[in-house]
């Protein structure tokens, strides 16, 4: 059964820095493209970076550049994303998604909320 798990959510100040974690069971963590995404209530779910299968590749949305780093660890079946430098409108619920091209999988969410 597949599982992703995403770790590491909570309050932080302004300027402040968080590393989500995504944990992933139930299938083949190095054959699968991974991605972060997040949604701010009344809006719509945006990516926020992507990283190859084996981690040569990253993209990252114009907003986060700079700030966030996506990376993955194939041996532990887990995905990052370090952000630095925060601010209010980071505040939104981070997910983990995998896939390739015939299947996407989900995680549940954490919750990120950048306040003074």
């Known amino acids: 059964q597949v599982h992703l798990v995403e770790f590491g959510g909570g309050l932080v100040q302004p300027g402040g820095s968080l590393r989500l974690s995504c944990a992933a069971s139930g299938f083949t963590f190095s054959t699968y493209g991974m991605s972060w995404y997040r949604q701010a209530p009344g809006k719509q779910r945006d990516l926020v970076a992507f990283?190859?299968?084996?981690?040569?590749?990253?993209n990252y949305a114009d907003s986060v550049k700079g700030r966030f780093t996506i990376s993955r660890d194939n041996a532990k079946n887990t995905l990052y994303l370090q952000m630095d430098s925060l601010k209010p409108e980071d505040t939104a619920v981070y997910s983990c998604k995998a896939h390739n091209l015939a299947v996407d999988y989900w995680g549940q969410g954490t919750q990120v909320t950048v306040s003074s």
């Open positions: 990283i190859s299968n084996i981690g040569n590749f990253t």
